[in-house]
């Protein structure tokens, strides 16, 4: 079964689509093949796998960690949700823009976003479980997130009034994490 990118964004994120076998008993499919990873230039060495379930109107993000640097490869896989990364990486082209998409149980879609990515998402419809591969190991000490209403940013949100953590209300902006010491972590490298 064939694995493709279907489109590429902010220099290193990408838009996954994998073929899909259906008929009347359900539906087959391959999401990660590390062969076909590989040859599309992506990472293969994924080390944890996340699995969460949030409730509609839930915001969590934007989240990201630097030691070690932590890509992640999400999907939906109940429900639907608008998923969303914000280029990070000092010196990039694209630092402070961001890319969203809705992705579902139904359109199968994922997005690879690397590390110096900061990610989140919203959940769209009444619950929704996001699954993710990460190309890093959770560490606590060097992770952090970027305030989801980031001015500087203006992400387009498909909600106005989010259900958010504690820590993800008292998260930086963009400019105070590109002013912090930890910022050098993400140098962007052409």
């Known amino acids: 079964m064939q694995i493709k990118i279907a489109s590429s964004h902010l220099n290193g994120l990408v838009v996954v689509e994998q073929e899909v076998f259906e008929d009347e008993r359900g ?10 990873f590989n040859a599309l230039g992506l990472p293969v060495d994924f080390v944890q796998d996340n ?15 630097w ?14 949700a608008y998923l969303v990364a914000v280029d990070i990486r000092k010196g990039s082209p694209t630092l402070g823009q961001w890319f969203g998409i809705e992705a579902s149980a139904q359109n199968k879609k994922q997005v690879f976003a690397p590390a110096g990515f900061a990610r989140g ?9 996001i699954q993710y591969k990460c190309t890093g190991i959770y560490n606590s000490k060097a ?32 400019s105070q994490w590109l002013a912090s010491p930890e910022a050098d972590n993400f140098i962007y490298q052409p």
């Open 51 to 65: 699995h969460s379930r949030s409730q509609k109107g839930v915001l969590r993000g934007l989240h990201f960690q």
């Open 143 to 174: 992770e952090s997130g970027i305030l989801w209403n980031d001015p500087g940013i203006g992400i387009t949100w498909p909600l106005e009034n989010p259900v958010l953590s504690e820590k993800d209300t008292r998260a930086r902006t963009l």
């Open 67 to 80: 030691q070690p640097p932590m890509g992640k490869l999400m999907r939906v896989t109940l429900g639907s």
């Open 27 to 36: 539906f087959f499919m391959e999401v990660f093949r590390a062969d076909q």
């Open 121 to 129: 998402f919203c959940v769209l419809s009444d619950v929704a479980e």
